[in-house]
T-cell receptor
């Protein structure tokens, strides 16, 4: 169990550029979540996958954002035409399916995006 | 919709002092409740959890009891250490909403020697 891995750890980009982040969940976890955390706030839910199916998207996820999880393994989050308001920490978490103890989400260290 | 409210920080304590961080929630269903901790420069880590009313979660000397009647899940520790300095997040998840976590805004704890 190597934990949830996110790459890159930091990304600096200019406004209007596209960026893509990657998340590798814990290998046996079939649920994967993306969250966004701005300074001084708690993480906010963006989207959720069960295996390869994207089952829920937050209204925070504008049409400039897209997420994929091909083959139910790693996931990518792409932001097109970045804006300064997109600057935040993007967190990925994974869990097994089920209830109670099986539903604990384990978080990666995050990708910090700075849009100049 | 569901929400979590926790006390604002920062909370500054001397080593060995008692800690309470208040957390209340609003939920339509029967959520599970969590405390996550974020140490400087690190990712979120689960500290403790409770899945039903009257459950007590505990870990590393921290405790929290799921109180349905007061919709609360306050975090407590009898004697804090400098190493407990971190940001603490209260959160809930509900099976009716994909088990996504809904977080409070976080409470920064600073423990001085």
């Amino acid at each position: 169990d190597t934990g949830v891995s996110q790459n890159p750890r930091h990304k600096i980009t200019k406004r209007g550029q596209n960026v893509t982040f990657r998340c590798d969940p814990i290998s046996e976890h079939n649920r994967l979540y993306w969250y966004r955390q701005t300074l001084g706030q708690g993480p906010e839910f963006l989207t959720y996958f069960q295996n390869e199916a994207q089952l829920e998207k937050s209204r925070l996820l504008s049409d400039r954002f897209s997420a994929e999880r091909p083959k139910g393994s790693f996931s990518t989050l792409e932001i097109q035409r970045t804006e300064q308001g997109d600057s935040a920490m993007y967190l990925c978490a994974s869990s097994t399916a089920g209830t109670g103890s099986k539903n604990i989400q384990y978080f990666g260290a995050g990708t910090r995006l700075s849009v100049l | 919709g569901d929400s979590v409210t926790q006390m604002e920080g920062p909370v500054t304590l001397s080593e060995e002092a008692c800690l309470t961080i208040n957390c209340t929630y609003t939920a339509t269903g029967y959520p599970s409740l969590f405390w996550y901790v974020q140490y400087p420069g690190e990712g979120l880590q689960l500290l403790l959890k409770a899945t039903k009313a009257d459950d007590k979660g505990s870990n590393k000397g921290f405790e929290a009891t799921y109180r349905k009647e007061t919709t609360s899940f306050h975090l407590e520790k009898g004697s804090v250490q400098v190493s407990d300095s971190a940001v603490y997040f209260c959160a809930l998840s509900d099976r009716d909403s994909s088990y996504k976590l809904i977080f409070g805004s976080g409470t920064r704890l600073l423990v001085r020697p």
